[in-house]
């Protein structure tokens, strides 16, 4: 096990790649020159894992100048003027079309039912109801080995930007919103910084939270009795809510006296006071780190709208764009367009950046969807989707039309299956798209 802390006070490589001083130690990356070449050579580098990550847009997108033309698919499509930003990377993506939620009927709601495609009317005499999203799902089965099953992100604030109800893009398998990191900051210390507190009040408390739930599940069981069926149904509910509960205790009990890995270069806290293009650059950043050293393998992150268009100089409201028309408005959607296209470029940059232990790159194994539930305006139709990365083995540097009305949910079981995990359906899916994969 690695200690966050040593007796020498000396900042120098050692024999197993890391820099030691005298507070923490930080690993380096794969230096021939430390051995690791030898290394390779006497047993093969372990085959780095899948790793998922689902970035919502909210609003949507402008339809006249993010999308290609229908007609005009296959590799040598010409890539739109709002998505300009991204013709470096042109090759390693995916523009998906015709993909929507057949359920989805809030022209406002960006991201509530983006990746779990719920009815939500689903539930006889409930107005709203909502099924696992795609990222939990993955998280079930990659989040077993890392501290974090899933890491959620979101933005500080209650302004409209055109996601809906939830506390991030994640639901569980109840249908029950999973809370966010709402700042940089926030995001920061959850998957760089060590708890300060004393390890015996860490196992104190720990222990005492699970005191509580065992109390709750025994009172559970004398509940139960005289209940109605329906009474019974939403008990039964709650007290999947506490095993989930249960099982993330066990879970930071394991990883109680593991000290947090750190990248090299180590990722400095955020200004307190990041707001808009800045905000989402580092959270960026951020993700990238904590993918580097394992921390989790599924991010979701719902960004910000209204405070993204204001920090470019926009003078209304994300809402009031949304609406657009020729004119101010659908100049500031546009502008928009190109400032997330540019945004997304950064993040697959610094994706292809990282190495993995085998030479390739983080790129490689990790799956990257940018989406939203809205098409435009109004219109709920053909969801915006570019995937990118190569996790899920799809044969990219495609423009990809599929029939009108193809559920969306089509494309989160085809990423999943694509990734080698266990999967029958998800959602309202009705099978893969196997053009994804085609050659």
Same mark, same amino acid.
């Given at each position: 096990m690695i200690s966050s802390s040593s007796t020498s006070s000396a900042s120098h490589p050692g024999r197993r790649g890391f820099l030691r001083s005298s507070s923490a130690l930080i690993a380096l990356p794969f230096l021939e020159s430390l051995g690791f070449r030898r290394f390779v050579s006497a047993?093969?580098?372990?085959?780095?894992?899948?790793?998922?990550?689902?970035?919502?847009?909210?609003? +949507?997108?402008?339809?006249? =100048?993010?999308? *290609?033309?229908?007609?005009?698919?296959?590799?040598?499509?010409? !890539? *739109?003027?709002?998505?300009?930003?991204?013709?470096?990377?042109?090759?390693? &993506?995916?523009?998906?079309?015709?993909?929507?939620?057949?359920?989805? %009927?809030?022209a406002h709601w960006g991201s509530t039912f983006w990746l779990t495609g719920a009815n939500r009317y689903a539930e006889p005499g409930q107005s709203f109801h909502n099924t696992i999203s795609i990222d939990q799902v993955a998280a079930e089965q990659l989040g @077993?080995?890392? @501290?974090?099953?899933? /890491?959620?992100?979101?933005?500080?604030?209650?302004? %409209?930007?055109?996601?809906?109800?939830?506390?991030?893009?994640?639901?569980? @398998?109840? +249908?029950?919103?999973?809370?966010?990191? %709402?700042?940089p900051v926030a995001?920061?210390?959850?998957?760089?910084?060590?708890?300060?507190?004393? !390890?015996?009040q860490r196992q104190a408390d720990l222990l005492r939270q699970r005191s509580i739930l065992d109390t709750v599940l025994e009172d559970a069981k004398t509940t139960r009795r005289g209940l109605t069926a329906a009474d019974q149904d939403k008990l039964d509910e709650y007290l999947q809510s506490i095993r989930e509960i249960e099982q993330r205790l066990e879970k930071e009990k394991e990883w109680l006296e593991?000290?947090?890995?750190?990248?090299?270069?180590?990722?400095?806290?955020?200004?307190? =006071? &990041?707001? $808009?293009?800045?905000?989402?650059?580092?959270?960026?950043?951020?993700? /990238?780190?904590?993918?580097q050293v394992d921390t989790t393998r599924v991010f979701t992150y719902r960004q910000p709208l209204d405070t993204l268009i204001r920090s470019m100089g926009a003078t209304i409201t994300a809402h009031n764009m949304s609406h657009y028309e020729p004119g101010m408005r659908m100049d500031v959607s546009q502008q928009r367009d190109l400032k997330q296209s540019e945004l997304f470029a950064h993040f697959l940059d610094r994706?292809?950046?990282?190495?993995?232990?085998?030479?390739s790159s983080l790129f490689d194994h990790t799956t990257v969807t940018l989406g939203s539930n809205i098409h435009s305006i109004h219109y709920l139709t053909n969801c915006p989707t570019i995937? =990118?990365? $190569? $996790?899920?083995?799809?044969?990219? +540097?495609?423009?990809?039309?599929?029939?009108?009305?193809? *559920?969306?949910?089509? &494309?989160?079981l085809s990423l999943l299956r694509g990734s080698g995990l266990e999967a029958e359906a998800h959602g309202d899916s009705t099978g893969t798209i196997e053009e994804l994969f085609a050659a």
């Open positions: 047993a093969a580098a372990p085959l780095p894992p899948k790793r998922f990550v689902f970035l919502g847009m909210g609003f +949507g997108v402008t339809k006249e =100048s993010w999308y *290609p033309d229908q007609k005009d698919v296959g590799s040598g499509y010409t !890539l *739109p003027e709002g998505l300009a930003p991204l013709a470096k990377h042109r090759e390693d &993506l995916t523009i998906v079309q015709n993909l929507a939620n057949q359920y989805n %009927n809030e @077993r080995d890392t @501290r974090y099953a899933s /890491v959620q992100l979101t933005y500080k604030g209650g302004d %409209n930007s055109g996601h809906g109800p939830g506390l991030s893009l994640a639901w569980n @398998r109840q +249908g029950k919103p999973v809370s966010a990191l %709402n700042t995001a920061f210390h959850k998957l760089f910084s060590d708890d300060s507190t004393p !390890l015996e593991v000290p947090k890995k750190v990248p090299d270069p180590a990722p400095v806290e955020p200004d307190k =006071s &990041l707001q $808009g293009v800045e905000e989402v650059k580092v959270m960026y950043d951020l993700m /990238v780190a904590a993918l994706l292809k950046g990282i190495r993995e232990a085998d030479g995937v =990118s990365g $190569g $996790g899920a083995g799809i044969r990219h +540097g495609r423009h990809i039309v599929t029939p009108a009305k193809t *559920p969306l949910c089509n &494309l989160w």
